[in-house]
């Protein structure tokens, strides 16, 4: 995962480089954000600040206001723009803000969490750990539930057997089944 990060930030600059010579000066500043983000705890904080002073605040406050939730939960720990909005606005509400990580890589090739969340909800320890490690949330408000986007494929009433399987969908059972699940071409040339 973090070689994925890597190749997408090269992806990024070198697309960035077409843009003209002041998006170019420009490059140096996010290289060196980059930088420190990856290796100090406090850069990380610095930068959350900054996003937090810089962005827009009128993110769904009127929503926020009028539903005075007791809970927000958006599916990720801050990476997406949307969800930074929201978290951020909901801290302002004193709303109490949940993360769910929705895929298996998300904690390490999303990049930094520009909000965090109060909690996250992750699948396993080692996505615990990369939560902690990787987008500074406490230990203790990294809750593990496994992913339960999948859970509709471990119900029994779910199973087909592979007679089925084939016959429904005008398969030779005789013949074996190659499943290829390639991944993007455009993000994975």
Not at 131 to 156: K, N, Q, W
């Amino acid at each position: 995962p973090i070689e994925t990060a890597i190749y997408l930030e090269h992806q990024f600059f070198q697309r960035y480089r077409r843009l003209g010579p002041l998006r170019r000066l420009t490059q140096g500043y996010l290289r060196a954000l980059i930088w420190a983000g990856r290796r100090s705890r406090i850069a990380r904080a610095g930068i959350r600040g900054l996003a937090s002073l810089l962005a827009p605040r009128s993110f769904h406050e009127r929503e926020l206001r009028e539903l005075d939730p007791a809970l927000l939960v958006v599916p990720s720990l801050g990476y997406f723009d949307v969800d930074a909005y929201l978290v951020r606005s909901a801290r302002r509400h004193k709303v109490t803000s949940v993360g769910i990580v929705v895929n298996w890589d998300n904690t390490t090739n999303k990049g930094m969490a520009l909000a965090r969340p109060d909690y996250a909800i992750v699948w396993g320890e080692k996505m615990r750990r990369e939560s902690i490690l990787h987008h500074d949330m406490a230990p203790e408000r990294v809750l593990t539930a496994g992913a339960a986007h999948y859970d509709g494929y471990f119900r029994p009433e779910t199973f087909i057997d592979r007679s089925e399987f084939c016959r429904s969908r005008g398969l030779d059972p005789a013949k074996p089944i190659i499943l290829y699940a390639a991944m993007s071409p455009r993000r994975y040339p």
